[in-house]
């Protein structure tokens, strides 16, 4: 049981319009009355849940801190189920830490990272997968991730997974009911009956796990290598993408010796962008590197762009960089300087890409097309809004109950007893608790809440 009050500034330690205390735990109301002053006379203990009061916050001798606006929540109507409040103050640092320490002196402590959340998770207030919706909505680049992120925290996941785990202990009660209670008036257990409640918890899960091959580019990002010769347009490319000069461009070969990565949003899909060095013989060690480290970065990635300058004849170095992007996950070539004089077809030496755009990266032109055949090339299922799964220990919850979930239609379809096919329900059933916390080591919930920022 927890019994200590937590606050923690849920804003940021940045300049800023408003800024924000949250507190949560059981003395709450009792140190809002000590630190906050409304301005029409009554305590925030005679206020009514959810109203926003204005008044003065005050340090430990009564003095005036700020002129802010209070709301108090009382449990187990709150975010976290306990009884919280945050106090909207004006976006000084200085005095959101004034406005901490009043608290603290009154006996709140500073909160952990992810504090808020895991009491609303210890609380029962939400599941395992809605917090790591939480913590991905706060992550979200793209709009599509962040519709994701809040149908998940709608329980979009949850509602498809429990009607799998509701189905399963329908067939586990039954089975055990007549086993344990054989004089009673209850209809014989006949597994093969039950052929169907299986098939759709398989079709269910198999959905599911489907949608993270592509779903969990929206939370990682896709890792993507720009490749070419040296003086191709690469780093010139790199720079539209972002939206601002973040690579040097010169007429010099060889300008880019290192790997650059930024992160940005093409055709809905959120990228990590690393520019490489020209692929072309080294002239000396720091350019070999540099070579190596673009292998290296194309070898790993799931996506290269591959850049040719179609105002310079093709030869054996596009040759090079056309292998390279073939042996690639997946690839896009971008023809540049579509404004110069083509000295090549592109329809003739990309015809073997599954995606090629003419650009000129110097005038911005093409990059639309670019857009759509990144889109294209990261394709996600349509699902309702929340259904897409894009984490990696969910993935893993429900492909193990997947597992065992198929193992029980085969050992129904092999005519095993019904024990045998029971084992592989509740064993599926076990998975789909861990997926949502019914059932969770601490290590895990660690590791999920060590991703929050103080003050969420």
Excluded at 111 to 140: C, H, K, P, S, Y
Excluded at 253 to 269: H, K, Q, Y
Excluded at 407 to 424: F, I, K, M, S
Aim: with cysteine; glycine share 8%; proline share 4%.
């Amino acid at each position: 049981m927890v019994t200590d009050t937590i606050a923690a500034v849920a804003t940021g330690n940045v300049l800023s319009a408003i800024g924000i205390i949250r507190v949560s735990g059981p003395r709450t109301v009792e140190i809002l009355d000590r630190v906050f002053r409304p301005a029409d006379g009554k305590p925030m203990s005679a206020h009514g849940d959810r109203q926003l009061v204005y008044g003065a916050l005050t340090d430990e001798d009564g003095q005036t801190l700020d002129l802010c606006l209070c709301t108090l929540s009382r449990a187990p109507r709150s975010y976290t189920g306990e009884d919280t409040a945050e106090l909207q103050c004006h976006g000084s640092p200085v005095v959101l830490r004034l406005g901490l320490e009043a608290l603290f002196a009154r006996g709140a402590r500073q909160a952990l990272a992810g504090e808020f959340t895991r009491r609303a998770f210890l609380n029962g207030r939400m599941d395992l997968t809605q917090a790591e919706a939480v913590i991905d909505l706060i992550d979200a680049e793209t709009p599509l991730a962040a519709r994701n992120a809040a149908g998940q925290l709608s329980v979009a996941i949850l509602r498809r997974s429990e009607a799998v785990y509701a189905a399963l202990g329908r067939i586990c009660a039954h089975y055990h009911a007549v086993l344990d209670y054989p004089d009673e008036d209850i209809p014989p257990f006949v597994m093969a009956e039950y052929e169907g409640d299986l098939a759709a918890g398989e079709q269910t899960l198999s959905a599911l796990l489907d949608s993270f091959s592509r779903g969990r580019f929206l939370e990682k990002g896709v890792t993507t290598a720009i490749l070419g010769k040296p003086n191709v347009g690469k780093s010139s490319l790199l720079n539209p993408l972002l939206g601002y000069e973040r690579a040097i461009v010169t007429d010099v070969p060889g300008t880019t010796r290192d790997t650059l990565s930024e992160r940005c949003v093409l055709g809905g899909v959120p990228l990590r962008l690393t520019d490489t060095a020209g692929l072309r013989t080294a002239a000396d060690a720091v350019e070999l590197l540099g070579v190596e480290r673009a292998v290296a970065a194309a070898e790993t990635a799931e996506l290269v762009l591959a850049v040719f300058d179609l105002s310079r004849p093709w030869d054996s170095g596009d040759d090079r960089v056309a292998a390279m992007a073939a042996g690639a996950k997946r690839s896009v070539a971008v023809a540049n300087k579509r404004d110069l004089p083509a000295c090549w077809d592109p329809e003739e030496r990309l015809g073997s890409f599954p995606a090629a755009v003419r650009v000129s990266a110097l005038e911005g032109a093409g990059l639309d097309e670019l857009e759509r055949a990144v889109a294209a090339a990261f394709p996600l299922p349509e699902t309702a809004a929340g259904e897409i799964l894009t984490n990696a220990r969910q993935a893993e919850a429900i492909g193990r109950a997947l597992e065992r979930l198929r193992a029980g239609r085969e050992a129904l379809a092999g005519g095993w007893p019904a024990d045998a096919v029971l084992t592989e329900c509740e064993a599926a059933m076990e998975a789909l608790a861990e997926l949502t916390g019914r059932k969770v080591r601490q290590d895990v919930t660690d590791s999920i809440f060590s991703r929050f920022c103080v003050g969420k």
